[in-house]
């Protein structure tokens, strides 16, 4: 079997292999080991056949990753699927504290600020970790 087919047998492989991850690492990859083909079906020495493809691979890479902390950077942070949603109060502790039930379970929540008065029915403002912050007023969601 010729040099290239082994080539782009392995990029085809890299390829599919990313089907599987979905980070396209694996497709850059794929595409300059099959790169190292075409230069082989080109004749051109193996170690050139090398060096294409790793520099294609580090290229590549590099510029994945700077496009995807650029898309990350654009891409507006998302609100929380609990904000604005209605708890009731359980209990009420020291420092606004509170015990709430919310889907099923009993959360640690706090009040969001200092001066919001306690009550029975209160809406979620925030989150902190895996503690509610809580208002006395519905939030909008929009």
Known sequence: MSGYWMWWIAGAALIAAELVTGTFYLLVIGLAVACGGVAAWFDAAV????????????????????????????????????????????????????????RGSTWDAEVATPETPHAHTMYIAGMRGSVLLLSNHPIETA
């Open 47 to 102: 170690p050139v056949q090398w060096l294409i493809a790793a520099a294609l691979g580090v290229v590549g890479t590099v510029l994945l990753q700077r496009w995807k902390r650029g898309l990350a950077a654009s891409t507006p942070p998302q609100k929380g699927l609990d904000i604005g949603q209605m708890v009731q109060v359980q209990s009420w502790g020291p420092g606004g504290t509170a015990r709430v039930a919310y």
